[in-house]
T-cell receptor, first 110, second 114 residues
């Protein structure tokens, strides 16, 4: 089992809809969780980090963490075509080194 | 201010050759990371520097890979006797150095081994 599991997609949603991206992880030690956005041919860009159980909101983005279920998600409200990208989930434990999932491709169509 | 820069942006080499990839982190960032990303995969950790020293090199795949950061700023990833399987995007990231500090990625170097 991979340490960080993501459905590779693509996830296709219409413009204006809510996009829901999910990620599961395999340990109970990880403390920090991250969502990165990566446009095709570009490098990853951090959009959200979350450390405590519950929800964290930042603009149109909401990250949700459930450590008991080993599950973290990212909701994108009012999805725009410019949100079309690959979304990488990552975790880190006691070290400073994040472990990345393979990413979920999101397509927002007009 | 300037972000993380990496040179070259593209490198094509022949099997068996030696290559060096350079990373110039954000000024003042003490932590520097190297990752390798293959198509359709997430970044795979290679090595982490805190200052001049390699704090964790557990991700280096074998002894053909080596990285240095002699003055605690610029880092060079060195690959000896390149193999076709080394072809990938090599990403560098830097951060202020705390565990929760944001990592800022450079644009990457696309390495192709023929």
């Amino acid at each position: 089992q991979k340490e960080v599991e993501q459905n590779s997609g693509p996830l296709s949603v219409p413009e204006g809809a809510i996009a829901s991206l999910n990620c599961t992880y395999s340990d109970r030690v990880s403390q920090s969780f991250f969502w990165y956005r990566q446009y095709s041919g570009k490098s990853p860009e951090l959009i959200m980090s979350i450390y405590s159980n519950g929800d964290k909101e930042d603009g149109r983005f909401t990250a949700q963490l459930n450590k008991a279920s080993q599950y973290v998600s990212l909701l994108i409200r009012d999805s725009q075509p410019s949100d079309s990208a690959t979304y990488l989930c990552a975790k880190s434990g006691g070290s400073y080194i994040p472990t990345f999932g393979r990413g979920t491709s999101l397509i927002v169509h007009p | 201010g300037a972000g993380v820069s990496q040179t070259p942006s593209n490198k094509v080499t022949e099997k068996g050759k030696y290559v060096e990839l350079r990373c110039d982190p954000i000024s003042g960032h003490t932590a520097l990371y190297w990752y390798r990303q293959s198509l359709g995969q997430g970044p795979e950790f290679l090595i982490y520097f805190q200052g001049t020293g390699a704090a964790d090199d557990s991700g280096l795949p074998n002894d053909r890979f080596f990285a240095v950061r002699p003055e605690g700023s610029v880092s060079t990833l060195k690959i000896q006797r390149t193999e076709r399987g080394d072809s990938a995007m090599y990403l560098c990231a830097s951060s202020l150095g705390g565990q929760h500090d944001t990592q800022y990625f450079g644009p990457g170097t696309r390495l192709t081994v023929l």
